[in-house]
T-cell receptor, first 116, second 114 residues
C-alpha cells in the first residue's frame, strides 16, 4: 500500500526567505503526488501535482515541488515566503498501479509558520 | 461553480440522535468522498463513491451510513455515535476516479458528539 511521510511537524521561516516542506513517499509502482494546504477551520486546497514528465512542478501561489525518484521525495518549495503562507501543508500520494486507485493517502502534515 | 458545499458547518449531537451531513457539487464530478479529520491529524478516508456507486468503504463502523442520491449529492447519515467520533468531516469530489484526478474539498462539517 502507498504511504507518504512528512518528517517535520513544524517549519518556521522568516518572511522573504525561501521555504522547503519535505515529503517522502512509498509506493509499489509509479506515484501520483500532490500537495494540499489547509487554513484554520477550512477544507484542503490543491496546490500542485506530479503525474509524469518534468520533475519540477509549478503550482498555485508561487509554490513548486521537485519530484526525485531516486530519493522518493517530493519536497514543496517557495523562493520567498509570505506571512499569509502560514498554514498546514499535506503531501499526498496515489499509486497508479494499485487496485485501489481512488485511495489518496495523506502525510501527517507540516505546520508552516512564516514570521514577519 | 467550482465549489464543494457542505452543510451544516457545525453540528452538536447526543449519542442517541440521528443526524445527517450533506455535501453538494455542481462541477460534473463523478467521484465523491468522505474523509474524517481529527485535530492536528491528516484526513482519513472513509468512503468513496464512483459514478454513484460505493467503491471503497474503509472499514467504517455501521453507525456511519453514506448515501449518494445522485451525481451531485452525497450524504453521511449518523446514528448512535460515540464521543470519539467528534471530528471535522470533509467531503471531496473529483472529475473521475483515476489516480491523477485532483480532489476538490469542501470546508467541512465540524461534529461534536456529547
Amino acid at each position: 500500500a502507498q504511504s507518504v511521510a512528512q518528517p517535520e511537524d513544524q517549519v518556521n521561516v522568516a518572511e522573504g526567505n525561501p521555504l522547503t516542506v519535505k515529503c517522502t513517499y512509498s509506493v509499489s509502482g509509479n506515484p501520483y503526488l500532490f500537495w494540499y494546504v489547509q487554513y484554520p477551520n477550512r477544507g484542503l486546497q490543491f496546490l500542485l501535482k506530479y503525474i509524469t514528465g518534468d520533475n519540477l512542478v509549478k503550482g498555485s501561489y508561487g509554490f513548486e515541488a521537485e519530484f526525485n525518484k531516486s530519493q522518493t521525495s517530493f519536497h514543496l518549495k517557495k523562493p520567498s515566503a509570505l506571512v499569509s503562507d502560514s498554514a498546514l501543508y499535506f503531501c499526498a500520494v496515489r499509486d497508479i498501479d494499485g487496485r485501489k486507485n481512488n485511495d489518496m493517502r495523506f502525510g501527517a502534515g507540516t505546520r508552516l509558520t512564516v514570521k514577519p | 461553480d467550482t465549489e464543494v458545499t457542505q452543510t451544516p458547518k457545525h453540528l452538536v449531537m447526543g449519542m442517541t440522535n440521528k443526524k445527517s451531513l450533506k455535501c453538494e457539487q455542481h462541477m460534473g464530478h463523478r467521484a465523491m468522498y468522505w474523509y474524517k479529520q481529527k485535530a492536528k491529524k491528516p484526513p482519513e478516508l472513509m468512503f468513496v463513491y464512483s459514478y454513484e456507486k460505493l467503491s471503497i468503504n474503509e472499514s467504517v463502523p455501521s453507525r456511519f451510513s453514506p448515501e449518494c442520491p445522485n451525481s451531485s449529492l452525497l450524504n453521511l447519515h449518523l446514528h448512535a455515535l460515540q464521543p470519539e467520533d467528534s471530528a471535522l468531516y470533509l467531503c471531496a469530489s473529483s472529475q473521475g476516479a483515476s489516480g491523477a484526478n485532483v480532489l476538490t474539498f469542501g470546508a467541512g462539517s465540524r461534529l461534536t458528539v456529547l
